[in-house]
């Protein structure tokens, strides 16, 4: 595999993980400009809205129904960037940026803060953060150590996942050389799928808990 590349804009240097996460993002913004250009009757539409149903019927089977339509945009955002950031490591040469704890840290980070926004969305900043108060204060610091603990973990998750993936599957083609390429392949693309998949489901089941806590109160 290649040394990691960087680019240095003044003092501001952008990691190779920054750079493949910004171009993956500006990827998935383009193949959704080109599906509208393209019409309903393309390929490229038709596959991507049947994406989109089975995202959101994924959402609907954890979300009530009047919830839907708020958390799908982020949901489907989420998992789509994923699953492209995971597949990346497939290119020669490059490295998925979910191997890098900068990059899960900081979607750990913008879950975290999604799951209050719309905690505080549905109930009200005062309601919501009453919630943390019961069923007794003293509850209150665990609390808190719950809501920074999971989100360390989301992150430490991906990371972990992606990047003992990736050196397995460079110690297997150093030890068997390139005969079984085939194995390592379906390897990650299955591991690819199946992490993208558990990180935004976790996401889904956070947010779902947030908005739970406000119809029980």
Not at 49 to 67: G, H, S, T
Not at 157 to 163: A, C, H, I, P
Request: glycine letters at 4%.
């Amino acid at each position: 595999m290649n040394e990691n590349f960087s680019l240095a804009l003044g003092p501001l240097v952008l990691s190779e993980s920054i750079l493949l996460s910004v171009l993956v993002s500006a990827l998935i913004a383009f193949t959704g400009w080109l599906a509208t250009r393209k019409g309903p009757d393309s390929a490229l539409h038709t596959a991507l809205q049947a994406a989109m149903q089975l995202v959101e019927q994924a959402v609907a089977d954890v979300l009530p129904k009047q919830n839907v339509r708020m958390v799908f945009p982020f949901v489907a955002t989420l998992w789509l960037y994923l699953l492209c950031a995971n597949l990346v490591g497939l290119i020669p040469g490059l490295s998925s940026p979910t191997r890098d704890l900068s990059i899960t840290s900081a979607l750990a980070i913008t879950v975290f803060v999604a799951v209050h926004v719309y905690g505080i969305r549905a109930a009200g900043w005062k309601n919501y953060l009453r919630h943390y108060l019961k069923p007794s204060p003293i509850l209150l610091p665990f609390h808190l150590i719950s809501e920074l603990t999971r989100t360390l973990a989301l992150a430490i998750r991906l990371f972990g996942n992606m990047m003992s993936l990736e050196m397995a599957a460079l110690l297997v083609l150093i030890v068997a050389g390139f005969l079984v390429p085939v194995p390592l392949l379906v390897l990650h693309v299955v591991e690819a799928l199946v992490q993208a998949y558990i990180f935004g489901m976790l996401a889904l089941i956070y947010i779902s808990t947030a908005l739970d806590a406000q119809e029980k109160d």
